[in-house]
């Protein structure tokens, strides 16, 4: 592209623009090339995913999902972070962990895949999570914020994390104790529910938001919460 005088450009892109950019600055003292950037064109495989992107997301993780999906060791972020804010799971191949599992909208037509994860113990730590490295100040929440998922939990009983950053469980190993941070968590039993819990960084819950009582959210189906 020539000619280009203002401090941005804008352009509508389809899958055949993907690929390696950079860009030449010209003037009457000489001329300076910026480093490659990779453009990445997403596919959008249904109206959800164009919500949620419309949104403008810090991260969003369709989970495999994609037409053309990352390796399957990790996740790419389609959110404004971008590849800042690529996921990474511990281990796949294994029973802990399995992609392209049925999602929420099979049974709708929707032929978009979830990842199943067991939250099973390994002997000293779980191997079913992925997580995002927390390398950048960019990276930690701050209020306000939103978290949202997709899951169907395939059993009544325990405890488990949903999404997260820092506590036990996210990054640490088992039975670690909770540090600090926010966990979304869904507990099980006779009155299944959601939970949310924010804490100090001193080991203290300072506040726990369970779902409010008789507001069950119970196993064996698919629930979207936020």
Not at 37 to 58: H, I, K
Request: charged content about 10%; glycine content about 14%.
């Amino acid at each position: 592209v020539t000619g280009q005088t203002a401090p941005d450009y804008a352009l509508t892109v389809n899958r055949g623009d993907a690929g390696n950019y950079y860009v030449v600055v010209t003037n009457s003292l000489g001329s300076v090339t910026s480093q490659v950037s990779t453009l990445t064109v997403v596919t959008l495989t249904n109206s959800f995913t164009g919500d949620m992107l419309g949104l403008n997301p810090a991260g969003y993780w369709p989970l495999q999902e994609t037409n053309a999906p990352a390796a399957a060791a990790m996740e790419t972020n389609y959110g404004s972070l971008g590849a800042l804010g690529n996921a990474y799971y511990v281990a796949t191949g294994t029973n802990q962990t399995m992609l392209k599992v049925a999602g929420a909208l099979t049974n709708s037509g929707d032929s978009d895949a979830a990842a199943y994860f067991s939250g099973a113990n390994n002997g000293g730590g779980s191997l079913d999570y992925l997580f995002v490295p927390r390398v950048s100040p960019a990276l930690t929440l701050k209020p306000p914020f939103t978290l949202a998922c997709w899951f169907n939990t395939t059993t009544n009983s325990g405890f488990g994390d949903l999404m997260g950053e820092g506590g036990s469980g996210l990054n640490n190993p088992v039975n670690a104790g909770n540090a600090g941070g926010v966990r979304l968590s869904y507990g099980g039993g006779s009155t299944p529910n959601l939970q949310l819990y924010i804490f100090d960084g001193n080991g203290q819950v300072r506040n726990q938001l369970p779902t409010p009582s008789g507001s069950m959210l119970p196993f064996g189906t698919w629930h979207y919460i936020a």
